[in-house]
């Protein structure tokens, strides 16, 4: 299984990314997809998870309404779209993936697999 994050960069503070994650080897519409983050001298942070449908989402408080996580299961890849960035938002992005047969949605998993990440820079 592979999961390959893209899309990281630096940014102006207040300006949009969008990152995508493509994945190989599973059956991705069998699996919810979430994205969390790492800081440096931070513990990783949970950031939106998406159902293997599509049909919900969730996401930590403090990027409610900025950030919006899609899926495409036909082209077996999932987006986070990161509107009005800040400082805080500087970090290295994951994707990561959770087979549905685990329960609810959940956005802090757990996952059963993980990308490598992308890094995103928001200058101010």
């Known amino acids: 299984v592979q999961l390959q994050a893209s899309g990281g960069g630096l940014v102006q503070a207040g300006g949009s990314l969008r990152l995508s994650c493509a994945a190989s080897g599973l059956t991705f519409s069998n699996y919810d997809m979430g994205w969390s983050r790492q800081a440096p001298g931070k513990e990783r942070e949970f950031v939106a998870v998406?159902?293997?449908?599509?049909?919900?989402?969730d996401y930590t408080h403090s990027v409610k309404g900025r950030f919006t996580i899609s899926r495409d299961n036909a082209k077996n890849t999932v987006y986070l779209q990161m509107n009005s960035l800040k400082d805080e938002d500087t970090a290295v992005y994951y994707c990561a993936a959770r087979h549905y047969s685990r329960g609810n949605l959940s956005l802090r998993g757990p996952y059963d697999y993980w990308g490598q990440g992308t890094l995103v820079t928001v200058s101010s």
């Open positions: 998406i159902r293997w449908s599509g049909a919900s989402s």
